[in-house]
């Protein structure tokens, strides 16, 4: 079998399909993981698909592939990713499985698609991965014969939501689901809440025929901005791909990025928990840490990658974490995995308390800022290439380098970032600054840097 070394990721597999990512691949891989849970202790694993149109027959493959290694398989269908996780912490009908399996392309264009894993309670990522490949090629397998059951997980994820959140007041919303796997379930979940709901583009659809589903991305936001405008709707909430990350627009058309979100939850969760870590990515705002602190938290940055970040709230028994992508991670009063739908959820029982959910938004700390910006290279050179700026570079008026992550550089005025991306060859960056002049001498620094290393740099800024 051809294995196209490239599909496995840090924090997942992923490919094109049909090219490098086939039924076949996906049945080495369930055999590898398989194998891997098996000497582990794992007696079974559930597994799901989003609604890409590759999704039904790589399940396929994955499926035989668990069931030949002899762990059973609890398959729950198509589903969001969080109700997978979810799905590894509860008892499903009297049986129990702390392992699973998603078969998503996330994020990525209609011709990708890949695996996210959950190993014996652990997202798995990195050199685990990496030993899913080297056991594909050894071709060292358990063999069994693992049972199959299908099982119907929405009333009892959604029920747990409802039991959990309650909302001050119903509240009029718009739902952009981008014709991803969310749309399937949030409609249901937000009137469940109370709420009074217009759906964009719910209808599952793995060609994205409307906009992309990434709402990290400004124009994947223009519907739901439009359908603010037109409606009385109060807020407007935007879901990924497979439903783990969320997308928040206000009412006048702001975009209130995830790590200005993490503010307000962290808040609520100081109020109750003082004293506690808030962790958050190297790609965040400056404006994060301060406001940890004035509310009697103690911020944490870490390094960017949901499996990272997982590892880490898992490590210190933080009650939140959160990344400028979107994933946000509740281990207050949930299970302290990446969930679109119940961060959804969380931030309408904040906002339900107030008259004008779009001026508190609006009112959280903000700050010039750049999108993400990449600057693209060579297979393998972004690691190489911040190893070198690590080494040599110096930052004149720096406060301080953080080097946890690439590089990044904390001013009294502003931040920059530069870092390897761990899914794609480009070094990913980010400036923040008090103003455009001081967001001009850092960017300035960074490219000086950049070029001292590599002279042929294209800066995208």
């Given at each position: 079998?051809q294995?196209?070394p ?13 090219k ?11 055999l590898?993981?398989g194998s891997?849970a098996?000497?582990?202790?794992e ?25 030949a290694?002899g762990?059973?398989?609890?398959d ?14 509860v008892?499903?009908d009297?049986q ?5 399996i ?7 264009p209609?011709d ?5 894993m ?21 071709g060292?397998?358990?063999s069994?014969?693992?049972g ?12 747990r ?16 689901a981008?014709?991803?796997v969310a749309?399937a ?6 009137r ?24 990290a991305h400004?124009?994947n936001?223009q519907?739901?901005m ?9 807020l407007?909430l935007?879901?990924?791909?497979d439903?783990d ?20 939850f962290?808040?609520?969760?100081l109020?109750?928990n003082p004293?506690?870590q ?6 965040c705002?400056?404006?994060?840490a301060p ?12 390094k960017?990658g949901?499996?990272?970040?997982k ?6 028994g ?21 969930d ?9 029982e ?6 004008d959910?779009?001026?508190?938004l ?5 700050s ?5 910006l990449q600057?693209?290279c ?15 570079a110096?930052f004149e ?17 502003g ?12 070094v990913?960056m ?8 001081a ?7 960074f490219k ?11 800066l995208?800024?």
């Amino acid at each position: 079998m051809q294995l196209d070394p490239t599909i496995f990721k840090a924090y997942d597999i992923r490919g094109i399909v049909g090219k490098m990512l086939t039924r076949e691949v996906a049945r080495a891989v369930g055999l590898a993981f398989g194998s891997t849970a098996v000497e582990k202790g794992e007696r079974a694993v559930v597994v799901g698909r989003d609604g890409r149109l590759s999704g039904p027959d790589l399940l396929g493959g994955l499926v035989e592939g668990l069931r030949a290694a002899g762990l059973d398989v609890i398959d729950l269908g198509m589903v969001a990713t969080p109700m997978v996780y979810f799905g590894t912490y509860v008892e499903l009908d009297g049986q129990r499985a702390t392992s699973g399996i998603m078969v998503t392309g996330s994020h990525n264009p209609p011709d990708y698609n890949g695996l996210k894993m959950v190993l014996a309670g652990e997202a798995i990522y990195g050199d685990a991965i990496q030993g899913l490949r080297q056991r594909i090629e050894a071709g060292t397998f358990t063999s069994g014969a693992g049972g199959y059951r299908q099982i119907d997980i929405r009333r009892q994820y959604i029920d747990r939501i409802l039991a959990d959140v309650k909302l001050a007041r119903p509240m009029k919303i718009a739902l952009d689901a981008g014709n991803g796997v969310a749309g399937a379930f949030v409609g249901e979940l937000f009137r469940g809440l109370g709420c009074e709901v217009t759906e964009l583009f719910c209808e599952v659809d793995g060609s994205f025929p409307n906009h992309h589903p990434d709402p990290a991305h400004v124009e994947n936001l223009q519907d739901l901005m439009r359908s603010l405008r037109e409606t009385d709707c109060e807020l407007g909430l935007a879901f990924d791909g497979d439903g783990d990350r969320l997308g928040v627009v206000t009412k006048d058309g702001q975009v209130i990025f995830p790590d200005r979100q993490l503010m307000l939850f962290a808040e609520e969760i100081l109020a109750r928990n003082p004293g506690q870590q808030v962790i958050y990515d190297v790609k965040c705002t400056g404006k994060l840490a301060p406001w940890i602190r004035q509310h009697g938290g103690e911020p944490l940055m870490w390094k960017t990658g949901h499996s990272l970040i997982k590892a880490k709230l898992r490590e210190t028994g933080a009650p939140i974490a959160g990344e400028m992508s979107g994933h946000v991670f509740f281990k207050d009063r949930w299970y302290g995995f990446d969930d679109g739908l119940y961060t959804g959820a969380r931030l309408l029982e904040i906002l339900s308390r107030h008259a004008d959910p779009s001026a508190v938004l609006n009112a959280l700390p903000n700050s010039n800022s750049t999108p993400e910006l990449q600057l693209k290279c060579a297979e393998g050179e972004p690691f190489a290439l911040l190893d070198k700026i690590r080494a040599n570079a110096t930052f004149e008026g720096a406060r301080e380098v953080n080097k946890i992550d690439g590089v990044r550089v904390e001013y009294a005025d502003g931040f920059g970032l530069a870092r390897p991306s761990n899914t794609t060859p480009v070094v990913v960056m980010r400036f923040e600054a008090d103003n455009d002049a001081a967001l001009a001498r850092i960017q300035a620094q960074f490219k000086r840097a950049i070029l001292a290393e590599k002279p042929d740099a294209q800066l995208p800024f």
